[in-house]
């Protein structure tokens, strides 16, 4: 079945970096794109960008410019979402998900498990 | 603040029907982009609920049903049942963001 694997929860010290993998199974890794969302303790979902799995481009949300980066690994069927310069508010839980597409329309199936990213000094 | 609004809560007796709304704007629901809605169980991670405002995934029961119209769209769910009890969130697509845009999520309680 088709699914999305994440890394595990991860505790950083306010201004590092932390990178989050989620691997794929059950589709051809490169024919669809990845896309983050990440969803802060008891708060809404938040889009931050997204990476075409084939050809590697990518798209980051305005709000997480310049501090994250998307990367995809196509030999192991894996993309990973790095972000940098941390603060306690990207005290979160990120998530991928993968992005269905059809002619007019598109929508988020399935979602990677979540990773717990901690920022705390 | 979400682009998307939604009530913060809803709530009904099990059996009962309850609406949730999504409300838009001109640049994303009503510039005719696509209404998704996604159930996230206490713990969870988001599952798809909806797809193309009206759609049900396979295994998603026919309790749940979408619609849309102009700037809006509402999700109803029919015979609640207390497994309904979870956070709601409509997404859709926004061209003046260029962004995927979600609602700031609606959380059911059954009675």
């Known amino acids: 079945q088709v699914q999305l694997v994440q890394s595990g929860a991860e505790v950083r010290k306010p201004g590092a970096s932390v990178k989050v993998s989620c691997k794929a199974s059950g589709y051809t890794f490169t024919s669809y794109a990845i896309h983050w969302v990440r969803q802060a303790p008891g708060q809404r979902l938040e889009w931050m960008g997204w990476?075409?799995?084939?050809?590697?481009?990518?798209y980051y949300s305005e709000k997480f410019q310049g501090r994250v980066t998307i990367t995809r690994d196509t030999s192991a069927s894996t993309a990973y979402m790095e972000l940098t310069s941390l603060r306690s508010e990207d005290t979160a839980v990120y998530y991928c998900?993968?992005?269905?597409?059809?002619?007019?329309?598109?929508?988020?199936?399935?979602w990677g498990q979540g990773t717990l990213v901690t920022v705390s000094s | 603040q979400s682009v998307l609004t939604q009530p913060p809560s809803v709530s009904g007796a099990p059996g009962q029907r309850v609406t949730i709304s999504c409300t838009g704007n001109?640049?994303?629901?009503?510039?005719?982009?696509?209404v998704n809605w996604y159930q996230q169980l206490p713990g969870t991670a988001p599952k798809l609920l909806i797809y193309?405002?009206?759609n049900r995934p396979s295994g998603v029961p026919d309790r749940f049903s979408g619609s849309k119209s102009g700037t809006s769209a509402s999700l109803a769910i029919t015979g609640l049942q207390a497994e309904d009890e979870a956070d709601y969130y409509c997404?859709?697509?926004?061209?003046?963001?260029?962004?995927?845009?979600f609602g700031g999520g609606s959380k059911l309680t059954v009675l």
């Open positions: 990476i075409n799995a084939g050809n590697g481009n990518t």
């Open positions: 998900a993968r992005l269905v597409v059809f002619p007019m329309s598109n929508w988020f199936d399935p």
């Open positions: 001109s640049s994303n629901i009503g510039a005719h982009y696509d």
């Open positions: 997404q859709s697509y926004d061209s003046s963001l260029s962004d995927w845009v």
């Open positions: 193309g405002n009206t």
